[in-house]
């Protein structure tokens, strides 16, 4: 393993010359009284430059990322985010904002924030944003708390069931209990999609919405959307759209038409900020007439001349977030949609699903595709043909890292066995994608060939195989010289 900066520390080393100090007056009482100052130095690591510079670009190498190669995690639109987004935000005049600032001190990233806030309602067709929530999770939450103030609003207090499909992301669920609601698991139908007479049966005066990810976690979109839009709504409940994924919509379906009254958007997915190192990200939530009244304040409002924030709703639910939100991932998402443009936008999406369904007419050949139709912007494979030779859908994941790739989200969703979910995005050629097609199918000969290669795997990573179930049981993040304790 890689030594520690500490461990690596050489005393007297340097990767700085200063003028040296009048150390007497530094440490007189006068600048700072003793019972302040340190008694003893500071354990800091010394080192010559080049070996700071050895030491991190080392680490870096260790980690995975998009500027190596595809990254194909489904649900997660791992695409390359483009480098000018990053030189954007960080300009000094984002960055060394003061969220503190008078209105007429901060029009530009008022403006900023108004127009991005325009630009998603445009993109979803819906009347009401806010730009506070710091990830998708938060964005449920808020979009739950939003139907909840609507239908107490109106004296509906018995609406306390959020229907939920089970090919649904993990946190719709986990939203929904913390926002205070019940969840009733909606079966799928054999071919992927919510079952529709199901869901007829569950809905009654109890309910107070269904939260729905269209395209959703199988690939597929869910084409009976306005019939289950209508069924909600006939029984008085809300429709929430999970729009984590808008990679497959963009200029090309307008979630508000699907008969949605509130969704949630990654901008962090499909806007442009890189993710999976546990953020920053950003949710912002997008909504009808119907729960426009209810969203956090401030609202930010434009007059024609002056922005500013407008704190007078009188029902809204608060505020989700400190002061307005992840501003910086804001700034990326604005640069981003400005450089693409309501075409480049549609284009997006279009190379998005037509990448998707590229890669999945190779890997069907092989692999077993439970839902058989063309894909949208990701698609489900598994494991399953691979069985009948002693390797899991892990050791195919584990095997791919070998070839310098990323492997696919596996074992989700939960509604098939040894789940592949595969997302190439838009932004790789066809020259990657042939790449890791011949990777794929070079792994499912092996699993017929040389099955042990694939259990044993991954061999060329830094870490080999870990036991996932000891590392999340007993995790510790400390360090310890020698053997880790437990
Ligand atoms: C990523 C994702 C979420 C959660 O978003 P976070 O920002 O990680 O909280 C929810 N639903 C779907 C479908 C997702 O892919």
């Known amino acids: 393993m890689e030594k ?107 403006q900023l924030m108004y127009e991005l806030g325009e630009s998603l309602k445009k993109i979803t067709g819906f009347s009401g944003v806010t730009l506070q929530p710091a990830s998708g999770s938060q964005g449920e939450l808020t979009g739950l708390l939003l139907f909840r103030a609507y239908h107490q609003d109106r004296g509906d207090t018995k609406r306390t069931k959020i229907l939920i499909p089970d090919s649904a992301h993990g946190t719709n669920p986990a939203s929904s209990v913390i926002a205070g609601f019940q969840v009733v698991t909606i079966k799928s139908d054999p071919d992927g999609r919510v079952n529709v007479d199901e869901l007829r049966k569950y809905c009654d005066d109890t309910t107070a919405g269904f939260m729905l990810t269209n395209p959703n976690t199988v690939g597929l979109f869910e084409k009976h959307i306005l019939e289950i839009s209508e069924i909600i709504h006939n029984c008085g409940g809300l429709m929430y759209l999970d729009g984590a994924n808008l990679n497959a919509l963009l200029g090309i379906v307008y979630p508000a038409d699907m008969g949605f009254d509130c969704m949630h958007i990654n901008l962090h997915k499909t806007f442009s900020t890189p993710h999976g190192g546990g953020g920053p990200g950003s949710g912002p939530v997008c909504v009808n007439d119907k729960l426009a009244p209810y969203l956090p304040v401030p609202q930010i409002t434009f007059d024609g001349k002056k922005y500013s924030f407008n704190y007078n709703l009188p029902k809204t639910i608060g505020k989700v977030h400190s002061f307005f939100g992840n501003f910086l991932v804001f700034v990326r998402a604005y640069s981003y949609i400005l450089m693409n443009g309501t075409e480049g936008l549609k284009q997006i999406s279009k190379a998005s699903i037509i990448n998707a369904n590229y890669l999945l007419s190779k890997l069907k050949e092989v692999y077993f595709q439970p839902f058989k139709e063309y894909c949208m912007h990701e698609f489900l494979i598994t494991g399953d043909n691979q069985k009948k030779f002693g390797v899991t859908t892990k050791d195919i994941a584990k095997r791919i890292l070998d070839f310098g790739f990323y492997a696919p989200t596996i074992y989700f969703p939960l509604i098939v066995h040894e789940a592949m979910l595969v997302e190439p995005t838009e932004t790789e050629s066809k020259e990657r994608l042939d790449e890791y097609a011949s990777v794929m199918l070079q792994i499912a000969k092996e699993a017929e060939s040389n099955p042990e290669i694939l259990l044993t795997a991954p061999h060329n990573t830094p870490v080999r195989r870990v036991d996932d179930a000891r590392a999340a049981r007993l995790i510790n993040v400390n360090y310890f010289k020698g053997e880790a304790k437990e």
């Open 4 to 110: 520690l900066i500490f461990e690596k520390s050489v005393k007297g080393r340097k990767a700085y010359s200063l003028p040296s100090l009048n150390y007497e007056e530094f440490s007189s009482d006068k600048l700072l009284p003793s019972n302040l100052r340190r008694a003893s130095e500071l354990n800091l690591p010394e080192l010559s430059e080049v070996e700071v510079v050895r030491h991190f670009v080392k680490l870096s190498k260790l980690n995975y990322c998009i500027e190596d190669n595809v990254y194909p995690l489904g649900s997660c639109t791992m695409k390359y985010n483009p480098k000018v987004n990053e030189k954007v935000a960080s300009f000094d005049g984002f960055t060394a904002l003061h969220p503190h600032l008078d209105e007429d001190a901060c029009q530009g990233a008022l």
